[in-house]
């Protein structure tokens, strides 16, 4: 039922303060301010790679996740879409733990990538929205996402219950490895409790957001980028936008912008920056500063202390609360979510199923 909602999309967008508490809850004991032992039966310290594959956004919540396994737990990761990684050569070594992310746990590609690691032998982990999906009944460990169920064709609450769980996941292999302390552990269990009032802060600048999708609405091109794990976050962003509004995007590195994208760039395209004030901001400014040069209207994804520095290179800016550095991928894609939405609404395509879409895509 969409309730007081036009769509499910944005009831299920409105739902995320709740279903991302609910889904850390079921990993993180609050009160010890660590991860629970008993929700993630994976012992990191006898995993020495992990090998993530998934389609579509669920990719996008490994691409954000690599680089918190790699900094919190020292741990290598592997990632690709699962149409790429079920034709290639595989190597399956006995000390790496293959995990697929998938909302639906139908996905055929996803599945099929599943069932070829099995099939070598491999203990594998899931992360999946359906509890009842084939993928969680065929995995060793299900690890599941409560966003509840997802009506919409575009993921939103599923994505960021996706991002809080692999979140847990990589304080938990910190912890297992001996990178992090319970110490350090429960600095990034703080900051992930933080996260459903921070979402929650973000869906306060709604009408602000409505009215910056105007400026992407009547565009043909819209550009998205970011370093890091705001890389993956644009990401995400171009591929809400191109779904809900049919409006072409791309998203990619910053640090790429010169190396090709660049050249789109004039005062009809719209350039999404994704630009929270981490350790790599400034040479997130430094790209804008090129964009801006040439002409190209940008729209910043910042927080408050970025807001400052930023200043008046950005056409518009979206200033979102101030909150921890490890969250920002949760926090971050809310707007992106809203533009896209917003986008779609004034362009007049069908959001909760758009063209072309399957919900689930169990077909390769
Ligand atoms: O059910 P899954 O998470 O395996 O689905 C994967 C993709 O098909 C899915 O994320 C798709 O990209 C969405 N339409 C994105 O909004």
Redo the contacts with the bound molecule.
């Keep these: 039922e969409k309730g007081n909602y036009r769509h499910f999309m944005a009831k299920e967008i409105h739902e995320q303060p709740e279903v991302i508490a609910r889904t850390l809850g079921h990993y993180i004991d609050v009160g010890a301010g660590s991860i629970r032992d008993d929700t993630i039966p994976v012992d990191f310290s006898e995993v020495s790679r992990l090998s993530i594959t998934?389609?579509?956004?669920?990719y996008y919540a490994g691409l954000v996740a690599r680089h918190w396994f790699e900094r919190l737990a020292r741990l290598p990761v592997d990632l690709d879409v699962a149409s790429e990684f079920r034709y290639r050569a595989q190597i399956h070594p006995a000390d790496e733990l293959p995990l697929f992310?998938?909302?639906?746990?139908?996905?055929a590609d996803?599945l099929a990538s599943l069932r070829a690691c099995k099939a070598a032998g491999q203990r594998l982990a899931t992360i999946v929205n359906v509890p009842t999906s084939t993928m969680a009944r065929e995995a060793n460990v299900v690890l599941p996402t409560l966003a509840g169920p997802e009506i919409g064709?575009?993921?939103t609450k599923?994505f960021t219950c996706q991002l809080a769980t692999l979140a847990a996941l990589a304080v938990k292999a910190g912890v297992d490895r001996g990178v992090l302390t319970r110490d350090n552990a429960r600095g990034f269990v703080d900051g992930l409790v933080e996260a459903p009032r921070a979402v929650a802060d973000v869906l306060h600048l709604e009408a602000e957001i409505e009215r910056i999708a105007r400026i992407i609405a009547p565009a043909s091109t819209a550009l998205f980028m970011g370093r890091g794990p705001s890389m993956a976050v644009a990401l995400e962003g171009a591929?809400?936008l191109k779904?809900l509004s049919y409006i072409h995007a791309e998203g990619f590195a910053a640090g790429e912008l010169k190396h090709g994208p660049i050249a789109l760039v004039d005062d009809t395209v719209p350039v999404i920056v994704v630009a929270p004030f981490d350790d790599l901001f400034t040479k997130t400014v430094s790209n804008m500063e090129e964009i801006a040069a040439r002409g190209g209207r940008i729209i910043a994804v910042t927080d408050a202390r970025g807001a400052h520095a930023i200043g008046t290179t950005a056409e518009e800016m979206i200033v979102l609360p101030d909150a921890p550095a490890f969250i920002a991928p949760l926090v971050m894609t809310i707007p992106l979510q809203l533009l896209a939405y917003y986008a779609a609404i004034i362009n007049g395509t069908d959001v909760d199923q758009p063209r072309n879409?399957a919900?689930?895509?169990t077909v390769e």
Excluded: D
């Excluded at 998934?54 to 669920?58: E, I, K, R, S």
């Design positions: 998934a389609c579509g956004t669920a992310i998938s909302q639906s746990g139908e996905t996803t064709v575009a993921s599923a591929l809400k779904e879409l919900k689930s895509v």
